[in-house]
């Protein structure tokens, strides 16, 4: 993993009581950074509009649900205060945030991590066990892995079967080529990022539906996780880059 992108994650992780995350962020890392793609020629997810009301349809929401609210709805397999989107950003949507159309085709697939061939259930146990430190991950058959497993089905619902998609992991950050900017960082942070990591970075635990509605966030209720999100997706992420690089 590139150092950049393990300061971004590091920003996010300021405002939670642990740190081992940060460990866990390394061990995840497997794809190659690549440049940014531009929205243009991106693969579309389908919309929730779209999905059918049947058990299917159901299904899908059930891991879109636990996907948003990981914390909450399996606390037995998080450790730390992390929903899966906090770094899946969009609902695991976003191009170039490790979105699930990205990963569901390419797998099964060799990691060096582990050392063999993991199928996608084997995948999303990694991030349960090591980016939401959460011990023994649950079981691949569980009803966990299954929801999560048919949402991301669904979100790469028409993508081509083991086709590396524009925007699948996350990309590399360029170095400025001035170096970094403690000042303009700081001022990055207090007009953006202060409102949810409190002033100095440690953390707000609740922050109001009002203050995240600033940022136009679209499910509030969620709370400070929400926020973060909706932030990170207005900023670019070369900025919160070398924000958290200039203040690791
Ligand atoms: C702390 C940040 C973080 C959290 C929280 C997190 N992940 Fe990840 N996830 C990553 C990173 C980093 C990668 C590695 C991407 C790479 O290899 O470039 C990754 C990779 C993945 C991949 C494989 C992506 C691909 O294209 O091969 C899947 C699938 C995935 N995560 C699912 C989940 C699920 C489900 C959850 C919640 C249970 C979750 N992640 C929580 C950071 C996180």
């Known amino acids: 993993m590139k150092p950049c992108m393990f300061a971004a994650v590091l920003s ?8 081992a995350a940060t460990i866990a962020m390394e061990d995840q890392s497997q794809l190659q950074p690549s440049a940014a793609h531009s929205a243009t020629h991106q693969f579309q997810p389908p919309e929730e509009s779209e999905l059918p009301d049947n058990a299917y349809g159901k299904l899908v929401r059930q891991g879109y649900a636990l996907f948003v609210d ?11 205060g992390l929903n899966c ?11 170039n945030s490790a979105p ?12 060096k991590k582990n050392d063999k061939v993991n199928t996608f259930a084997e995948r999303l146990q990694g991030c349960f066990q090591f ?19 048919v949402y991301a089905y669904w979100l790469a619902s028409k993508a081509p079967l083991g086709v590396e998609l524009p925007g699948r992991g ?3 950050v360029a170095q400025p080529a001035k170096g970094y900017n403690l000042g303009q960082g700081a001022e990055v942070y207090q007009g953006q990022c202060a409102v949810c990591q409190a002033p100095r970075g440690r953390g707000r635990r609740s922050v109001t539906a009002t203050s995240c509605r600033r940022y136009g966030v679209r499910t509030p209720t969620i709370g400070a996780p929400a926020c973060t999100e909706s932030i990170l997706q207005r900023l670019s992420s070369s900025t919160i880059c070398h924000w958290a690089r200039a203040a690791a």
């Open 12 to 19: 996010l992780l300021l405002a939670l009581p642990t740190h």
């Open 70 to 80: 990981t914390k909450r709805l399996a606390p037995q397999f998080v450790g730390n």
């Open 85 to 95: 989107s906090n770094c899946h950003l969009d609902q695991g949507r976003l191009a």
């Open 100 to 111: 699930l159309w990205g990963a569901y085709p390419m797998y099964p697939a060799y990691r």
């Open 131 to 149: 980016s939401m430190n959460g011990g023994t991950p649950p079981a691949a058959d569980s009803p966990q892995i299954t929801a999560l497993s």
């Open 170 to 172: 996350y990309p590399d």
